[in-house]
């Protein structure tokens, strides 16, 4: 929690656009799942890298530069994400990094079978699927909890075999809002098949904090940096030393270990550097500790708590504000007190479209987004009976304030219903 008096007002001054659109004007940015906030620090580093004339790998003084930055930011990454082993790269986006590791895994496994869960977002099922049938390999979809909103270890255990040879997994759902126990789920997966290459989506996940891929053990993870404060255009990836050693696309007689294809943009391993250095300056305010990774964990943990905070107020009210669990005809997806829930309430209103909800918050300058039941959310919505719900999402930016307009606005919404 930010207890600090005055940091949520630095907090939020270290971020572009937070309560303003410079197309719709004042706003209360409730849309974060589909892309949070961004640091001006990363607005200001993509400017200054975008007009940099030279490359990486140069005889001269800005090559070396570029050089150093990046092999800066994969410090960075490796104290972020807690690798000290493994090694990290950029691609084109978080999707484009799972197909790479999804297929190198598939492909170059032995004989067996290939586990998911019907959680996961299309980035990773999609990929595993498709990977699945070309190397003529079993696919096992693992059945999510309809009412939690979220996949267990319990799910996962009775569908792993000892040929289980790759298995995916969901860190936070999209749709639902709700965190996977990943930690438990590999340990499940390892009991049976040790030897399983086991990757991750993280892209939802990242921007709630407490990343730890040492503690996982798993062999692949991906994130959206666009999802995590920093910007568009490009995903970072992590691979074990086990997947990184495997046969994957490269160019010839090139770096046997080298994932990257082309010449990387500086400017978006250097922005990624602005985000862990932004963690690492809100951790500084929480506690006293001189160690890089400590002050990481205490931030994460302060971000947990502080939106926990905020789903608490929007479901259960503020002051003498209704929260939308005691509104008439509301319904929540997940459930009301759900222990797994990170910053994220989808919702539907009884008599109303998902659209209209959406619209008519929208016209009160508050941003939601739709989700419908199409190739993006339909695993989630469809076994529920609803054709598309309202995601309200959250991040440790947003205000008690905030949540607070939002719930007068609802109320307004539902009494509406009846003139």
Wanted: hydrophobic fraction near 40%; glycine fraction near 10%; aromatic fraction near 8%.
């Amino acid at each position: 929690m930010f207890a600090k008096e005055g940091l949520i007002d630095e907090i939020r001054g270290r971020f572009a656009h937070v309560d303003n659109c410079p197309f719709q004007g004042p706003r209360v940015f409730f849309e974060n799942a589909g892309g949070a906030l961004t640091l001006k620090s990363a607005v200001e580093t993509t400017t200054f890298y975008a007009s940099i004339p030279d490359n990486q790998g140069r005889d001269n003084v800005a090559s070396a530069e570029l050089m150093r930055v990046i092999a800066k930011a994969k410090d960075d990454m490796r104290v972020f994400f807690n690798a000290p082993k493994g090694q990290f790269f950029v691609g084109e986006s978080g999707t484009e990094l799972l197909f790479r590791m999804i297929r190198t895994a598939v492909i170059e496994s032995g004989a067996g079978k290939v586990l998911g869960s019907t959680l996961e977002h299309p980035a990773s099922r999609s990929a595993a699927l498709r990977w699945a049938g070309i190397a003529g390999k079993d696919y096992i979809s693992v059945p999510h909890d309809d009412e939690t909103g979220s996949v267990s270890a319990d799910d996962y255990a009775p569908h792993v075999t000892s040929d289980t040879v790759v298995a995916t997994i969901l860190h936070t759902s999209p749709v639902t809002g709700m965190a996977v126990d990943v930690e438990g789920i590999v340990k499940v997966i390892r009991a049976t098949a040790p030897d399983c290459l086991i990757i991750v989506d993280g892209i939802q996940h990242a921007a709630h904090g407490r990343l730890d891929i040492a503690a996982y053990g798993v062999d692949g993870y991906a994130v959206s940096p666009y999802k995590v404060f920093s910007r568009h255009g490009y995903g970072v990836a992590w691979v074990s030393d086990r997947l990184g050693a495997m046969n994957h696309d490269m160019l010839i007689n090139g770096p046997a270990d080298n994932w990257e294809f082309g010449t990387r943009d500086t400017g978006a391993y250097a922005t990624f550097s602005d985000v862990v250095e932004y963690f690492d300056w809100l951790g500084g305010q929480l506690t006293d500790s001189s160690d890089r990774r400590e002050r990481i964990e205490a931030a994460g943990a302060a971000i947990h708590a502080h939106e926990k905070n905020l789903t608490d107020a929007m479901l259960h009210g503020v002051g003498n504000l209704k929260g939308v669990a005691e509104l008439d005809g509301v319904s929540v997806i997940g459930g009301i007190d759900n222990p797994l829930r990170e910053g994220l309430v989808s919702l539907t209103v009884e008599g109303m479209t998902a659209a209209d909800v959406v619209t008519a918050l929208n016209a009160q300058n508050i941003r939601t987004h739709l989700r419908k039941a199409d190739h993006y959310s339909g695993n989630v919505l469809d076994p529920l009976g609803l054709d598309s719900c309202v995601r309200v999402s959250m991040c440790h930016y947003n205000t008690e304030q905030e949540v607070s307009q939002f719930l007068t606005a609802m109320q307004g919404i539902v009494d509406s219903r009846s003139t």
